[in-house]
């Protein structure tokens, strides 16, 4: 069963704030609720009402398939539209999705920053088993 579109930014943000070194605000306009590790974006919630999104980094392939298999998952917007791909709601979007999206986007970021900019595990929160 899937979840609705508050749901979603719901729960990608609590997954977001669980991840090393995480960090949020809203840089570019108020409607966006970007998070970024070391500097660099790996989630933007849509805070607008008339679309209410999250969008994520991906692998190209990774996204084109997602986008094939799920009518509400979109290339990305704002964003790269290649490497980023944009989530809304959908009786098959769940949770467990929906978290897996926002840890593969976290360390697709994180493997672009050098080791030494990188948060430890034991620095900040740390994502819950």
Known sequence: MGITAEQIQQTARDAARNLPGADHGRPFVDKLDVYKVAGKVFLIVTDDPDERIITVKVEPDHGRSLRRRYSSIT???YLDKTHWTSVGAHEE???HLVRD???HSYEL???SVPRARRPRADSGSRRKQ
Do not use: E
């Open 75 to 77: 290339p990305g917007r």
């Open 93 to 95: 979007i769940t949770a």
């Open 101 to 103: 999206l926002v840890d």
């Open 109 to 111: 970021v994180l493997d």
